[in-house]
T-cell receptor, first 115, second 112 residues
């Protein structure tokens, strides 16, 4: 069984640039959720993708967008980067929404630094 | 959104039991209580979950108050590998949306 993988591990960007982060879900999981974790804080839900469509969104502006592909992998795109976007970005895969327990399996994260 | 409140940090001696509390006074009737932990430089990992009854698994036990407004994660014998941030989470169920709301977590330090 392959776990959740994320790439890249680390990334440095400058303010105003755009970034794409990638996530491969665990085998058998078709739902992917993205979280932002600032230093010393708990993860904050960004959005979830199920069947290639956004299935819910947290309090993040539209410059945070995503995609899910037929193989259930996913991308998180952030446009017009701001300094406050510096954080650990976590991807989690799970079974379809509504199943209990909907245990989420997290990847190791991508550390984004915006200068 | 439902909220949880946890102590910022706790300490335990190795091989002693640890009780990690969580308050969730605004929990709704259908919210499940989940616990995850995050080891240094890793993503969170699932520990245990429950709805109304106490639960046990190989990692821990979960004790849920009768009114469900609080719960306690119990590690029966803490090891150095249990040093992590422990998150108590209520699964916010909105039709079509299933998101986890993480609190600030409790940083557990295990002393040798």
């Amino acid at each position: 069984e392959t776990g959740v993988t994320q790439s890249p591990t680390h990334l440095i960007k400058t303010r105003g640039q755009q970034v794409t982060l990638r996530c491969s879900s665990q085998s058998g999981h078709n739902t992917v959720s993205w979280y932002q974790q600032a230093l010393g804080q708990g993860p904050q839900f960004i959005f979830q993708y199920y069947r290639e469509e956004e299935n819910g969104r947290g309090n993040f502006p539209p410059r945070f967008s995503g995609l899910q592909f037929p193989n259930y992998s996913s991308e998180l795109n952030v446009n017009a980067l701001e300094l406050d976007d510096s954080a650990l970005y976590l991807c989690a895969s799970s079974q379809p929404p509504g199943l209990v327990p909907d245990t989420q399996y997290f990847g190791p994260g991508t550390r984004l630094t915006v200068l | 959104d439902a909220k949880t409140t946890q102590p910022n940090s706790m300490e335990s001696n190795e091989e002693e039991p640890v009780h990690l509390p969580c308050n969730h006074s605004t929990i709704s009737g259908t919210d499940y209580i989940h616990w995850y932990r995050q080891l240094p430089s890793q993503g969170p990992e699932y520990v245990i979950h429950g709805l109304t009854s106490n639960v046990n698994n190989r990692m821990a036990s979960l004790a849920i108050a009768e009114d469900r407004k609080s719960s306690t994660l119990i590690l029966h014998r803490a090891t150095l590998r249990d040093a992590a941030v422990y998150y108590c989470i209520l699964r916010d169920v909105v039709p079509g949306t299933y998101k986890y709301i993480f609190g600030t977590g409790t940083r557990l330090k295990v002393l040798a």
